[in-house]
């Protein structure tokens, strides 16, 4: 219900090299990565007693993983940022 929210949030914070191929498969690596650590956090809500419904499960969880993926891209896309700008001294 909610993941045409996270499709938004990938489309605009997908480039991370520049090449169309290399993104999708990041993205799509990073994405899967991320399945767990927001599965486990909505379920860790669900046993606190903070979420009851289905609804809110799935919108937390599309949150979450929105959320845990721009941070990712932006640490990945600094990450290759510098690998570049280092790998340019010695060329």
């Not at 991370?16 to 809500?45: E, H, M, R, W």
């Not at 721009?70 to 510098?82: F, R, S």
């Amino acid at each position: 219900m909610f993941k045409p929210l996270f499709d938004f949030v990938t489309e605009f914070f997908g480039t991370i090299t520049g090449n169309g191929v290399y993104d999708l498969f990041l993205v799509a690596i990073i994405s899967q990565i991320l399945y767990y650590p927001s599965c486990n956090l909505v379920g860790k809500l669900y046993f606190s007693g903070l979420i009851e419904s289905r609804s809110a499960g799935s919108f937390f969880h599309w949150f979450f993983k929105a959320l845990f993926f721009v941070v990712t891209v932006i640490v990945i896309g600094i990450g290759y940022k510098i690998f570049l700008f280092i790998s340019g001294l010695f060329t």
